[in-house]
């Protein structure tokens, strides 16, 4: 279920991934998950901790974008070495409602303080890429009811323009809802408008958000 946010716009993961990262011989599992509130994040960090109980450190850190909510924890690792490097890479790639968790196995070597901010910081970016970072914007979703003969124009407009639509409905009429972004609302529907000549019913239906893939 994707939450009501204040925003037009913000960037999070889509899914749960996991990704592996090996140095010197210790192993860093970096979990990633999406979080809408400090209690999925708990919860996670719960799960995670549960499956690997005999982890040497369970670092994490998360963000959390109503009331601007984050989190870190070293976990036992020198101070500022791990739980912050992971932290940094969530703000560094503008992510919010995102909980990383980053289990290391010590190896036997040493990393040293530098070894361990890369490692940790590695090991997260590596983790949230594979959890497929997204833009979610908050789109409206316009109704355009117009009859069959001037139906092809619609549909020429939504492939050229590459417009993500909600649902299409055939009746009397042929019915699209459309998305677009808050923004881009009034010209859209001025180009329908104009595009058809005045004959399209065009309404605002609601308010969703919608992931927008590779859209900054």
């Known amino acids: 279920m994707i939450k009501i946010s204040q925003k037009a716009k913000y960037k999070t993961v889509k899914h749960r991934a996991s990704t592996l990262l090996v140095e010197k011989k210790s192993k860093f599992i970096a979990s990633v ?3 809408d509130s400090e209690e999925e994040a708990l919860e996670f ?10 982890a040497t ?10 009331n601007n909510i984050f989190r870190y924890s070293d976990d036992g690792e020198p101070g500022g070495t791990a739980g912050m490097p992971v932290l940094d890479t969530i703000r560094k790639e503008g992510l919010v409602d995102v909980c990383v968790v980053v289990t290391r196995y ?3 070597t ?10 940790y910081g590695s090991s997260a970016k590596q ?18 009811k117009i009859d069959y003969t001037m139906s092809g124009k619609i ?14 409905v055939y009746g009397d009429d042929v019915t699209y809802y459309i998305y677009t972004t808050i923004d881009e609302t009034k010209d859209l529907i001025k180009e329908i408008t104009e595009l058809t000549y005045g004959r399209a019913n065009i309404t ?7 992931d927008l893939k590779g859209i900054d």
């Open 155 to 168: 549909q020429h407009m939504i492939g050229t323009k590459n417009l993500m639509t909600d649902d299409i």
């Open 110 to 119: 040493l990393l040293g303080t530098g070894g361990l901010v890369h490692a």
């Open 106 to 108: 010590f190896g036997g």
């Open 33 to 35: 998950s999406p979080a």
């Open 127 to 144: 983790g949230l890429y594979e959890a497929d970072i997204i833009t979610r914007a908050l789109c409206n979703v316009i109704c355009v």
């Open 204 to 210: 605002v239906t609601e308010q969703k958000y919608i």
């Open 57 to 66: 450190h369970n670092v994490y850190a998360y963000i959390i974008d109503e």
């Open 45 to 54: 960090l719960k799960e995670i901790k549960s499956k690997y109980p005999d």
